[in-house]
T-cell receptor
Framework: NAGVTQTPKFQVLKTGQSMTLQCAQDMNHNSMYWYRQDPGMGLRLIYYSASEGTTDKGEVPNGYNVSRLNKREFSLRLESAAPSQTSVYFC????????????FGEGSWLTVV | GDSVTQMEGPVTLSEEAFLTINCTYTATGYPSLFWYVQYPGEGLQLLLK?????DKGSNKGFEATYRKETTSFHLEKGSVQVSDSAVYFCAMTGANSKLTFGKGITLSVRP
């Protein structure tokens, strides 16, 4: 029953530190996504990967990098964390295609001080 | 570009009241439309979806109809419960499969 699993669930970073959020899905989905959720802003797409071997920028990619390591895993890296990156991050996956449901992980709460 | 607009919140209702949450979209082509729900401290879950015009999605007493003529996908429930208190997001996907969200609306249902 795993679905989409992301780690860590909580993290506090100092400004300038780097970290990687890990995400894995066990549904054999082609597409994977990283979103951030901020109060009053809804969810905004950071990066997505339509299929293994491809990645594309979303709405707010600055300050982030991603790696689609294989079909299962899609990681998000903050090279030099900034307080503006304090947010809740959600990984998601879908089979791909317009009508397919996108499934979300439980979220990672990141605070940059 | 693609966008989703939801009514401003928050919304507070008494138990058993009727709920409508408005959602309109702007898209090229024919998107698929979704409502996601987020309970406190949790991730997002799909509530319902519709993939073509005039389709009605329904789940847990909630309904929404894909109206191409008004580019809308309003969420309705005839009688809300305290357990429906959550944040509701309208969303759409276009041909590139990217999910575009509205800003979300917080619903609080009081006993």
């Amino acid at each position: 029953n795993a679905g989409v699993t992301q780690t860590p669930k909580f993290q506090v970073l100092k400004t300038g530190q780097s970290m990687t959020l890990q995400c894995a899905q066990d549904m054999n989905h082609n597409s994977m996504y990283w979103y951030r959720q901020d109060p009053g802003m809804g969810l905004r797409l950071i990066y997505y990967s339509a299929s293994e071997g491809t990645t594309d920028k979303g709405e707010v990619p600055n300050g982030y990098n991603v790696s689609r390591l294989n079909k299962r895993e899609f990681s998000l890296r903050l090279e030099s964390a900034a307080p503006s990156q304090t947010s809740v991050y959600f990984c998601a996956s879908s089979p791909g295609g317009s009508g397919n449901t996108i499934y979300f992980g439980e979220g990672s709460w990141l605070t940059v001080v | 570009g693609d966008s989703v607009t939801q009514m401003e919140g928050p919304v507070t209702l008494s138990e058993e009241a009727f709920l409508t949450i408005n959602c309109t979209y702007t898209a090229t082509g024919y998107p698929s439309l979704f409502w996601y729900v987020q309970y406190p401290g949790e991730g997002l879950q799909l509530l319902l979806k519709a993939t073509k015009a005039d389709d009605k999605g329904s789940n847990k007493g909630f309904e929404a109809t894909y109206r191409k003529e008004t580019t809308s996908f309003h969420l309705e429930k005839g009688s809300v419960q305290v357990s429906d208190s959550a944040v509701y997001f309208c969303a759409m996907t276009g041909a590139n499969s990217k999910l575009t969200f509205g800003k979300g609306i917080t619903l609080s249902v009081r006993p």
